[in-house]
């Protein structure tokens, strides 16, 4: 496989480039905050995260895929039978569940909460929201992701497909753009839409606390954690954490020690 790194930089900068185009020609929310100051920050935080995994994690989730590739380990692996392009399909089907699983998980554990609150905390939500997460939530993710790869036997092929989509979905859900009404109801029968995951974004906790896909928005009606839109309307529903309401907040270092303070303190 040639470079697995550069394909998925490829990928990242190209959608983050398409995306911010289609949000500039047709934005659907009047955002908040300077954009260039939300994208140094958030785009900075991407950086500083990318150097925080080539540092602190002996493996990464590719090295695992060709582990359990090289010794035949994990459920896919004891069917040898099943093509591979289905192995495929049903790897990316299996761990964009276990991601809304871990989005749910996230959300309902309060330490957890407080690590996963830093990617609610942005004030508006563009393109760079869909990359901001903080470093601790980043390495267990890929710790967790290490786990079901090695468990379900996913292919390299299958992890960098399926992590080359999540990006791309996160991208292009929580793009600030517009998309024709009719076209997000049938393009959200499939794939999370940026109307249906705005909604995940707004302050208002039972509204927070629903619609967890990233890629696939089955997980959400199925599990009954679906809600089709803002109660306020996509013009006024208002973005973010209340306790985290000012541009210094959006600040690279600030957003570094959120979780490791009380909602209610300054
Ligand atoms: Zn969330
Ligand atoms: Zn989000």
Known sequence: MQNPEMIRLSFFIGVLVLCGIWECLTPRKQLTQHKLYRWLNNLGLVAFNSLCLTLLMPILAIEAAFYAQNHQIGLLNQF????DLYKLIIAVILLDLAIYLQHLVFHRVPVLWRLHRMHHSDQDIDVTTGS???????I????????????????????LVFEIILNASAMFNHSNAYLPLKLDHWLRKVVVTPDMHRVHHSVITKETHSNFGFFLSVWDRLFSTYRAQPELGHDKVKIGIPAFQTALEQRIDKMLLQPFRNEHSK
């Open 80 to 83: 040898p039978g099943i093509a």
């Open 132 to 138: 901001r997460f903080h470093p601790i939530e980043i």
């Open 140 to 159: 267990l993710s890929m710790w967790i992701k290490i786990g079901l790869i090695i468990a379900l036997g996913v292919s390299p092929l299958a992890i």
